[in-house]
């Protein structure tokens, strides 16, 4: 079951921190969401003025993450939505996000927070946009992750 074990972080040193967030604009109301989940999540971290990019859909998600990293962002959230339909974009588009943001985070060393929901419907979505009424905050949890991950790695090469 989805959302069953996930651990909890908390975020200390993470102010200094220069964290860029990168979104899709389909689906708006989950977008919406999840943006203001990860905004909270780098809020309680006192990270302070995050880089807020917006691209057309998660296919672009990676390209733009990439970018990013290069640019000595600490870490990058990427954010997005892709919900199945009756024929096999839904299987390219989520092979690609995953695919290609897994690649800008193993080859630029820059922890990527995953927040690419894929789901069945509408409705999954919805539950996991961190919404009023949602189960879960995909957005929230991803730049946690993010964040852990910069810490955890500055700390063991500190």
């Not at 929901?117 to 409705?123: E, N």
Request: glycine residues 10%; negative net charge.
């Amino acid at each position: 079951m989805s959302g069953e074990g996930a651990p909890t972080l908390r975020i200390e040193k993470a102010g200094d921190l220069r964290v860029a967030v990168v979104a899709a604009l389909w689906h708006t109301t989950v977008m919406d969401g999840l943006l203001a989940g990860a905004r909270r999540a780098l809020d309680e971290a006192d990270v302070r003025d995050p880089l807020v990019l917006r691209v057309p859909g998660s296919f672009e998600l990676p390209v733009a993450a990439a970018r990013l990293a290069r640019a000595n962002y600490d870490a990058v959230v990427a954010l997005g939505v892709v919900v199945r339909g009756a024929t096999p974009h839904f299987d390219y588009v989520c092979h690609a996000a995953t695919d290609g943001l897994t690649r800008v985070a193993v080859d630029t060393g820059v922890p990527v927070g995953f927040g690419v929901l894929t789901t069945d419907d509408d409705a999954q979505a919805l539950d996991r946009a961190g919404l009023e009424g949602s189960r879960e905050d995909k957005g929230h949890e991803a730049a946690q992750a993010a964040l852990a991950t910069v810490v955890a790695l500055r700390d063991c090469y500190a």
